[in-house]
Each structure stands twice: as structure tokens, then as C-alpha cells.
């Protein structure tokens, strides 16, 4: 059985810096309009992130099978040759040379206050890297890239007739409410956390059940609330699995997805599809950055028995 999962979406470096004073401190309300500051940073960081790149790391710890349909730039080599290192095939990312990896700039101050910059960069190209070049597959999703190559490889799914989950993210505000609908009638699959189904619902003019009945399963996270997953005409529960430590939210909703691909791949229940991607979820915010959590799929599986009494 073909088990691979392709993996639509973003390849990003993120640059993390921390200011040990209080951007309050520096910023003058009535000043705003004419900027001019500099903020000392003595540590810095960089992560290794984008949506594509965290799914498909998590799916690999799990013993998945994903192939990423994503872009990256002049800059990405050390990114390109940690994948390979990870045994994650880098055959369908495409390389843009005369553009940047998207990345984030990100400057934190001393009450977790942050200022961010994002450049999209060779993100922006996800229209010009073709599904039909990446091959079969058993399960797609569509995660935050490029606005032309979501729309682009949702057309190219559906056309393949190869099953797609939808993950709009933060992406969602950048499409209209009739592109969405279509995005919702072509996907098999979609997900997404409290504050975006409510976006997709006032967008779309569509309720909740309407549409869950158009989807094989509608996922919705809700934090430290757990999650549900409507199918079928039923809702099932999914608890929030306690996490060791939460130290950064980053990427921990790319890991859950990793978790719903997984199941899906391996014909597994719902139940037991939405717990595994919830407990990847704890496992993830108890370290920082969105790669940098390394359990065994044997621990993984030892941790799931621990939390939910059977394995999987």
C-alpha cells in the first residue's frame, strides 16, 4: 500500500532574538508615527521551520513516508542537506536562485512581547513546482505557501484525484469566501484551529456542519481544550494530552497534522488518529523551535500507551 503523504507548503528559516529590556521602555506612544530605534539583541537563534518542513519532520519521527512539494531559496543548502540527513527526499522541492528562503525575523523583549518581520521570498514560487511531478501518493495536504500555489496545487490534487487535507492557517485571510468554498468542495480533508474556523465560517457563509458535511472529517483545535473531529454526522472528542513542559507554541500544530496524516496513511480509527496528533502536539511545545524534539517512534508509542492506556 502506498503510504506516502505530500506535503504542500512552506519552507522557512526563522532568526529568533531576544532584547533583555522592555520594548515599552523604548517605544514613546506619542512618537510612533517617526520610528527611528535599535534594539540590542545578545542572543540569537536560528530554527529550521515553514509549515512543510515541520509536517514532514514530525511524520518522519513517526515512521511516515513524506515527500515535500515545497520552494526554497539561494540560501536554503544547509536547510536542503538537514532534510537528507533526516532521510526526508528533497527531490520535489523546487530551488529558486535568484531568491531568499522565506524567513522571519523575530525580536522578543522581556515579557514575551514580540516584533516580527516575515519576507515570503521563494514561498511566493509555489505555483511553479507541479504535484504531478512528485507521483502517487496516498494523501496530500495543502498547508500555508505561496496564495497562487495553494491554489494551484489544490486544482492539481483534485484533478489527480489524490485525497487532500486543507490547512489554511494563516493564509486563510488572503482568499476570498468563494475560493474557499472551492478549496472545501475539492478537499477531502480540512483543519483548523478555533480562531480560523470561525474566520472560514464568516467568510464562506457556511455553518460549522455544513461544512463538515462536505468533507470526509473536519478537525478543529482548541488548545489546551483538546480538539474535535466531525464525521460521518458524529463529533468525537479528542483530549489535550498534558505536556512536560510548555515552553514554545511554534510548530505545534504542524506536529498535530503530522499526527492526522499518519493515521490517515495507516487506515487507522479517528479516535486513535486524533490522539496521536495530539500527544505530538505536547511533545513539541515542551521544546523550543519547530524541529528540535527528537523522540524515538518507540517512546512515541510508549508515551501514547501512557497516555491513553493502549497502543497504537
Same mark, same amino acid.
Given at each position: 500500500?502506498?503510504?506516502?503523504?505530500?506535503?504542500?507548503?512552506?519552507?522557512?528559516?526563522?532568526?529568533?532574538?531576544?532584547?533583555?529590556?522592555?520594548?515599552?521602555?523604548?517605544?514613546?506612544?506619542?512618537?510612533?508615527?517617526?520610528?527611528?530605534?535599535?534594539?540590542?539583541?545578545?542572543?540569537?537563534?536560528?530554527?529550521?521551520?515553514?509549515?512543510?518542513?515541520?509536517?514532514?519532520?514530525?511524520?518522519?519521527?513517526?515512521?511516515?513516508?513524506?515527500?515535500?512539494?515545497?520552494?526554497?531559496?539561494?540560501?536554503?543548502?544547509?536547510?536542503?542537506?538537514?532534510?537528507?540527513?533526516?532521510?526526508?527526499?528533497?527531490?520535489?522541492? &523546487?530551488?529558486?536562485?535568484?531568491?531568499?528562503?522565506?524567513?522571519?525575523?523575530?525580536?522578543?523583549?522581556?515579557?514575551?512581547?514580540?516584533?516580527?518581520?516575515?519576507? *515570503?521570498?521563494?514561498?511566493?514560487?509555489?505555483?511553479?513546482?507541479?504535484?504531478?511531478?512528485?507521483?502517487?501518493?496516498?494523501?496530500?495536504?495543502?498547508?500555508?505557501?505561496?496564495?497562487?500555489?495553494?491554489?494551484?496545487?489544490?486544482?492539481?490534487?483534485?484533478?489527480?484525484?489524490? *485525497?487532500?487535507?486543507?490547512?489554511?492557517? /494563516?493564509? &486563510?485571510?488572503?482568499?476570498?469566501?468563494?475560493?474557499?468554498?472551492?478549496?472545501?468542495?475539492?478537499?477531502?480533508?480540512?483543519?483548523?484551529?478555533?480562531?480560523?474556523?470561525?474566520?472560514?465560517?464568516?467568510?464562506?457563509?457556511?455553518?460549522?456542519?455544513?461544512?463538515?458535511?462536505?468533507?470526509?472529517?473536519?478537525?478543529?483545535?482548541?488548545?489546551?481544550?483538546?480538539?474535535?473531529?466531525?464525521?460521518?454526522? /458524529?463529533?468525537?472528542?479528542? *483530549?489535550?494530552?498534558?505536556?512536560?513542559?510548555?515552553?514554545?507554541?511554534?510548530?505545534?500544530?504542524?506536529?498535530?497534522?503530522?499526527?492526522?496524516?499518519?493515521?490517515?496513511?495507516?487506515?487507522?480509527?479517528?479516535?486513535?488518529?486524533?490522539?496521536?496528533?495530539?500527544?505530538?502536539?505536547?511533545?513539541?511545545?515542551?521544546?523550543?523551535?519547530? /524541529?528540535?524534539?527528537? *523522540?524515538?517512534?518507540?517512546?512515541?508509542?510508549?508515551?501514547?500507551?501512557?497516555?491513553?492506556?493502549?497502543?497504537?
Amino acid at each position: 500500500m502506498n503510504k506516502t503523504s505530500l506535503i504542500c507548503g512552506s519552507l522557512a528559516i526563522d532568526t529568533i532574538m531576544q532584547f533583555p529590556g522592555r520594548f515599552g521602555d523604548t517605544l514613546l506612544a506619542d512618537q510612533l508615527h517617526k520610528v527611528n530605534v535599535s534594539f540590542l539583541v545578545p542572543t540569537m537563534r536560528t530554527e529550521y521551520g515553514g509549515c512543510a518542513g515541520n509536517i514532514a519532520y514530525n511524520l518522519a519521527l513517526l515512521g511516515g513516508e513524506p515527500r515535500i512539494v515545497g520552494v526554497i531559496g539561494l540560501d536554503g543548502g544547509p536547510y536542503l542537506e538537514r532534510l537528507n540527513k533526516l532521510n526526508i527526499p528533497t527531490a520535489n522541492i &523546487l530551488l529558486k536562485d535568484d531568491s531568499y528562503t522565506a524567513q522571519c525575523f523575530v525580536t522578543a523583549d522581556a515579557d514575551n512581547n514580540q516584533i516580527n518581520a516575515f519576507h *515570503p521570498g521563494a514561498m511566493s514560487f509555489a505555483h511553479e513546482n507541479p504535484i504531478a511531478k512528485a507521483g502517487a501518493a496516498r494523501v496530500a495536504i495543502i498547508s500555508p505557501d505561496g496564495h497562487l500555489g495553494m491554489l494551484q496545487h489544490a486544482a492539481d490534487l483534485a484533478e489527480l484525484n489524490i *485525497p487532500f487535507m486543507f490547512d489554511p492557517g /494563516q493564509q &486563510l485571510p488572503m482568499f476570498s469566501g468563494e475560493q474557499l468554498i472551492d478549496f472545501i468542495n475539492k478537499a477531502t480533508y480540512l483543519t483548523a484551529n478555533d480562531y480560523e474556523i470561525e474566520l472560514l465560517m464568516d467568510r464562506t457563509g457556511l455553518t460549522l456542519p455544513q461544512i463538515a458535511e462536505r468533507l470526509e472529517a473536519l478537525i478543529v483545535t482548541r488548545g489546551e481544550n483538546g480538539s474535535e473531529i466531525y464525521t460521518k454526522g /458524529q463529533r468525537i472528542e479528542i *483530549p489535550a494530552v498534558k505536556a512536560e513542559a510548555e515552553l514554545d507554541p511554534t510548530g505545534c500544530g504542524d506536529a498535530y497534522r503530522a499526527g492526522l496524516l499518519f493515521g490517515i496513511t495507516n487506515d487507522w480509527s479517528w479516535e486513535t488518529t486524533g490522539r496521536l496528533a495530539s500527544l505530538l502536539g505536547s511533545i513539541k511545545i515542551a521544546h523550543k523551535g519547530g /524541529q528540535n524534539h527528537k *523522540p524515538s517512534t518507540a517512546q512515541i508509542a510508549d508515551r501514547f500507551e501512557a497516555a491513553f492506556g493502549y497502543r497504537y
